[in-house]
């Protein structure tokens, strides 16, 4: 956990510094010590590994229903801005990693990254993250370090905490989703509990989801706003196949 520090008022770091750190060399736990730097907090980003699963749901209002039923206590609703950010190599992407800037209430820096293990039964990623105090600045120090926006993604999020559990009910431009992040034994009681069959899990992000999507239905665009989807109707029932875990297996 990152721990607040002073800052000397004589010591400063300008953005032809950082510009000149490459990621490639010093890697990212060391850009995410200069970013906490340059926003006052301390030089030892968050380590995390997320462990999650998704279910599509047709209908999110008895999923709501079941979630607090079942003793979870409602957080927060917040709609996000995300961008996901590529070098010129898009070698994030054929890493399997993600860099993402995102506004909600607060705004976040976050790397994800595979962890070095293989799990079929949930999503693990590797994680580091940091609040960060200006979206706009570091929009503008990420482009400085030769990053540039690739994608943009919006979501509606409503979070609520169960034990050491957290539920996010989540609507994407293109469907509702239950994301249910915490200990291996947890998600699975509880998705029990809510109702809903494990074999219908799903381990993909929302962009991996959007790029099925996107192919199948042979969509002109590339970000993942509720503007673009406007005119756009579909069910999304045909494309279960195609993103839940199991069906992907066999």
Request: aromatic content about 12%; proline content about 3%.
């Amino acid at each position: 956990m990152c721990q607040g520090k002073n800052r000397n008022p004589g010591q400063d770091l300008t953005l032809n510094l950082i510009s000149n750190i490459y990621l490639k060399h010093v890697g990212f736990t060391r850009i995410f010590c200069v970013i906490n730097f340059l926003g006052g907090i301390g030089c030892s980003p968050m380590e995390y590994l997320e462990t999650e699963v998704k279910f599509y749901l047709p209908s999110i209002d008895p999923i709501r229903t079941r979630v607090i039923d079942l003793g979870a206590v409602f957080k927060h609703r917040t709609f996000e801005t995300n961008i996901r950010f590529e070098d010129a190599e898009k070698s994030l992407i054929q890493k399997k990693s993600l860099l993402r800037l995102r506004k909600d209430n607060k705004i976040t820096l976050t790397f994800k990254s595979e962890p070095p293990f293989k799990d079929d039964q949930f999503k693990i990623l590797k994680e580091f993250e940091v609040e960060v105090s200006d979206f706009d600045t570091m929009e503008h120090i990420l482009k400085s370090l030769g990053f540039k926006e690739e994608q943009v993604y919006e979501k509606w999020r409503e979070i609520y905490v169960l034990g050491d559990t957290h539920l996010c009910l989540d609507t994407m431009p293109y469907g509702d989703f239950l994301e249910i992040e915490g200990k291996k034994e947890s998600i699975q009681l509880l998705a029990s509990q809510i109702g809903l069959l494990w074999d219908k899990r799903i381990l993909l992000n929302y962009l991996a989801i959007f790029d099925i999507i996107k192919r199948q239905l042979n969509l002109s665009f590339y970000d993942v706003t509720f503007s673009n989807f406007n005119n756009i109707r579909f069910d999304m029932a045909p494309y279960l196949k195609l993103i839940e875990a199991d069906a992907l297996k066999s």
